[in-house]
């Protein structure tokens, strides 16, 4: 199951997991992505809260955690191939942390709700 | 919000459109790294009609711009094209601009359009004690950038216009078949070789649909920003304001203190004297985060000694690198500095801020 926040960041979760990552709407919207500033393993995030940032030729976005919990992994072929982000950014997720409270998933997106945000940030 | 004469080609084509100096513009069609290669390598064409255009004319009219302008008009010769800024009392920049002299009693000032509505206040407020009129002209001419090394082959061959007469900044007035003015200038802010063209909005739209039809690449802004960056040329609003002075830009070749009475001359004269407190330079970082406009420049102890103005990963040269308005104690080259990114503090160094060398035609 997959969750998005309106700020374009998704959930993928799987068991206690969440990959996390920017959705297919927000990196063609951001173009080129050229560094991906990620936290470190063993770092917490937490739900709504600032946990990185992307960078496009353009600017830098700050990336805000769908989750709250700790980071186990980060992607770090990320680091090298930033470019991997436009190509598919549903396979190439950010960090995958840990859930601290599974219940917060029922304050996130669906997938049929964020395209309706992204609908109306087209207009 | 204003539109330009080719905002429903930018939409028709998928265009990424956001508000600049009060126009709605393109920023990228492809992308904005394939746009800044087809500059460096092919050729681009841009929609830059949101720039303001202003004539000055009269029988005073160079005495008048040499008043406002930082630059010497009056051994300019009819048919170039000069660049320089407008500075107040203080010695800071209300605009810098592109001067094209017609003759003594006439010039075509080119403009921000982020400021147009500001020069144009300044401009004639100043002009009362001259024999001048001066025509806003912003809603007549559209223009398009041509530039890349293919830019004077493209204009010929798929609008039918002949530059190769032009050296860098000089300019022509030329007409089309029905009698519509052309103004054709060898400049641009893109570091390669190019042309502006200035004409009204049905010529510039069939100047755009033809390019399109052979395949020039439609460039926005951008790959403009990107391209301008690494030639180390300035952009108002980051580089250039109303409390940053020419001489601390790095701009001082284009404020020719020796000529009498220009506004912002007494200021520039009194800063050379006293030195320069703070100074924009060119920075290289080392690691992978990108410094922007605004975020804080730093000695090696922690101390804050100035701010980022403009900073990419470099598309052309593969480099993070910045410039930045630092204490001119710090402007050496090769001075080690550092740049708080977020949470973290990167190692940076001073270094020329022409990052990449213009391929101009002399």
Redesign the interface.
């Given at each position: 199951m997959t969750y998005f926040l309106p700020s374009h960041e998704y959930a993928r979760i799987e068991d206690n997991l969440a990959y996390i990552g920017i959705s297919k709407f927000a990196a063609e919207q951001l173009g080129n992505v050229v560094y991906v500033d990620m936290p470190e393993v063993d770092d917490e995030v937490v739900a709504g809260e600032e946990f990185g940032a992307i960078e496009s030729v353009k600017a830098a976005s700050d990336l805000f955690s769908p989750v709250s919990g700790t980071v186990v992994e980060i992607n770090e072929e990320l680091l090298d191939n930033p470019k991997l982000v436009n190509e598919d950014p549903e396979k190439h997720w950010i960090i995958k942390v840990e859930m601290r409270d599974p219940s917060e998933l029922e304050k996130l997106l669906s997938p049929e709700a964020y395209a309706k945000v992204c609908e109306a940030e087209k207009h | 919000m204003k539109k330009t004469c080719l905002h429903s080609n930018h939409t028709s084509l998928g265009a990424?459109m956001s508000p600049f100096g009060g126009f709605d513009m393109p920023?990228?069609y492809e992308?904005?790294?394939a746009e800044h290669r087809a500059v460096r390598e092919d050729v681009g064409v841009f929609d830059v009609s949101h720039m303001g255009e202003v004539l000055i004319s009269g029988p005073q009219a160079t005495l008048f711009v040499n008043y406002i302008f930082t630059g010497d008009i009056s051994t300019l010769e009819p048919g170039k094209v000069i660049y320089g800024m407008m500075l107040n009392e203080n010695g800071g920049v209300v605009d810098d601009l592109l001067v094209y002299k017609r003759s003594d009693s006439e010039y075509f000032l080119v403009i921000n359009a982020s400021n147009i509505d500001k020069d144009v206040a300044w401009i004639k407020a100043h002009a009362e004690k001259y024999d001048v009129s001066v025509d806003d002209q912003c809603d007549f001419w559209s223009e398009l950038a041509i530039q890349g090394p293919r830019a004077e082959e493209v204009i010929k061959t798929v609008l039918g216009i002949d530059g190769s007469d032009l050296s860098f900044y000089t300019f022509k007035d030329i007409k089309t078949d029905n009698g519509q003015p052309i103004v054709l200038s060898r400049t641009g802010y893109t570091g390669e070789d190019g042309f502006e063209l200035y004409a009204p909005a049905e010529v510039i739209v069939s100047a755009w649909n033809k390019l399109m039809q052979a395949g020039v690449a439609p460039c926005g802004l951008?790959c403009r920003?990107?391209l301008r960056f690494e030639a180390g040329l300035p952009l108002y609003g980051d580089e250039l304001t109303d409390e940053i002075t020419p001489l601390e830009a790095g701009l001082g070749m284009f404020a020719k203190v020796d000529k009498e009475g220009f506004i912002g001359r007494e200021a520039l004269v009194a800063q050379k004297a006293e030195g320069l407190k703070r100074k924009v330079v060119g920075l290289e970082i080392e690691g992978?985060?990108?410094p922007?406009h605004g975020y804080d420049v730093l000695d090696t102890d922690g101390n804050k000694v100035g701010e980022i103005t403009t900073g990419?990963?470099s598309?052309t040269l593969d480099r993070n690198l910045a410039m930045a308005l630092v204490d001119s104690r710090f402007s050496a080259l090769d001075t080690p500095l550092q740049v708080q990114?977020?949470r973290k503090v990167f190692p940076a160094k001073v270094i020329k801020k022409r990052f990449y060398t213009p391929k101009y035609k002399k």
């Open positions: - | 990424l920023i990228s992308g904005i790294e951008g920003d990107t992978r985060a990108i922007r990419y990963h598309i990114v977020r």
